[in-house]
């Protein structure tokens, strides 16, 4: 069941971040952010491809500590899709880490 709630929580909440805070481009702004779910393929690359007891961070190799630090300085780019994708990813890492214990 919680499984389900944090695939809901991958759609909902960058949705809900960009009707909050990119009101004129909410759209848009959603969909960039949403498209920072691909970064999920690196699952693609694990054994079980899902497990719901594994912890994403620190185990697939798009969601390891120097990836996630170069998502964070996207954010301080000049070009607003690329700070949004960056945003996007950080949200995703965030949420990740929740089925960590963090």
Same mark, same amino acid.
């Given at each position: 069941?919680?499984?389900?709630?944090?695939l809901?929580?991958?759609?909902?909440?960058?949705?809900?971040?960009?009707?909050?805070?990119?009101? +004129?481009?909410?759209?848009?702004? &959603? $969909?960039?952010? !949403?498209?920072?779910?691909? *970064?999920? %393929?690196?699952h =693609?690359?694990?054994?079980?491809?899902?497990?719901?007891?594994?912890?994403?961070?620190?185990?697939?190799?798009?969601?390891?500590?120097? +990836?996630?630090?170069i998502?964070? &300085? $996207?954010?301080? !780019?000049?070009?607003?899709? *690329?700070? %949004?994708?960056? =945003?996007?990813?950080?949200?995703?890492?965030?949420?990740?880490?929740?089925?960590?214990?963090?």
């Amino acid at each position: 069941m919680f499984a389900y709630a944090h695939l809901v929580l991958h759609l909902l909440v960058p949705v809900g971040v960009a009707w909050l805070f990119f009101r +004129p481009l909410w759209k848009r702004a &959603a $969909l960039i952010m !949403l498209a920072a779910n691909l *970064v999920d %393929l690196d699952h =693609l690359l694990a054994s079980p491809m899902f497990d719901p007891n594994r912890c994403s961070i620190n185990f697939h190799p798009l969601h390891k500590m120097l +990836p996630i630090s170069i998502y964070g &300085a $996207l954010l301080f !780019l000049p070009w607003r899709p *690329v700070r %949004l994708l960056g =945003l996007g990813l950080i949200i995703h890492m965030l949420l990740d880490a929740l089925d960590c214990g963090f």
